[in-house]
């Protein structure tokens, strides 16, 4: 099992340029998550998708769009990339039945804005 | 928002010490969960607490929810160097549509051989 897999691990762009951070899951999991983790700050929530064909706004969405293209896949575009977006992306996925058992999540992506 | 106070921010102790952190939070929460980041990774769930008073053990590790359920806590005894990474408290109140976790800021660990 996989669990949950980012693509790219590491990018770096150029200000201005577009991006799309792939995310996919095996677990058949109904609900995802994009975080971003800056030091000092924690982890914060970007978008979120509670179940297929819904999307919701977290903590931070400002310069970020999402796409929940199916029930395994959860996109996050940035596109005019920023420096202040240079950060570690991270997907998560959740079940919303059954014994609760927080997020799983990816390894994540290393993203330098330059 | 809800918001969690985990502390302290970051701890430096020799191989072999206790290590003991906690959350406390303004809101009342249903279940915790904690979670260890190892560098260069995602989190990783370590324990998970359902009821108020719940004292769990994963080997050296223990964590306990708060009886007034707005506080956890997470003892490691005899540390060892894998240990290191950032730990993770985590709130949740489950019901209805609302599935979103609550993160602290972290507990980042060092641990001298």
């Known amino acids: 099992n996989a669990g949950v897999t980012q693509t790219p691990k590491f990018q770096v762009l150029k200000t201005g340029q577009s991006m799309t951070l792939q995310c996919a899951q095996d677990?058949?999991?109904?609900?995802m998550y994009w975080y971003r983790q800056d030091p000092g700050m924690g982890l914060r929530l970007i978008y979120y998708?509670?179940?297929?064909?819904?999307?919701d706004k977290g903590e931070v969405p400002n310069g970020y769009n999402v796409s929940r293209l199916n029930k395994r896949e959860f996109s996050l575009r940035l596109e005019s990339a920023a420096p202040s977006q240079t950060s570690v992306y991270f997907c998560?996925?959740?079940?919303?039945?059954?014994?609760?058992?927080?997020?799983?999540f990816g390894s994540g992506t290393r993203l330098t804005v330059v | 928002g809800q918001q969690l106070n985990q502390s302290p921010q970051s701890m430096f102790i020799q191989e072999g010490e206790d290590v003991s952190m906690n959350c406390t939070s303004s809101?009342?929460?249903?279940?915790w969960l904690w979670y260890k980041q190892d560098p260069g990774e995602g989190p990783v769930l370590l324990i998970a607490?359902?009821?108020?008073?719940e004292l769990t053990s994963n080997g050296r590790l223990t964590a306990q929810f708060g009886i007034t359920r707005k506080d956890s806590f997470l003892n490691i005894s005899a540390s060892i160097p894998s240990d290191v990474g950032i730990y993770f408290c985590?709130?949740?109140?489950?019901?209805?549509?609302?599935?979103?976790?609550?993160f602290g800021k972290g507990t980042l660990l060092t641990v001298n051989p």
């Open positions: 809101s009342i929460f249903n279940t």
């Open positions: 677990m058949n999991h109904n609900s």
């Open positions: 998560a996925s959740s079940a919303r039945t059954g014994p609760v058992r927080g997020y799983t």
């Open positions: 607490l359902y009821k108020a008073g």
């Open positions: 985590a709130g949740l109140n489950s019901g209805g549509s609302n599935y979103k976790l609550t």
């Open positions: 998708s509670a179940s297929e064909g819904t999307t």
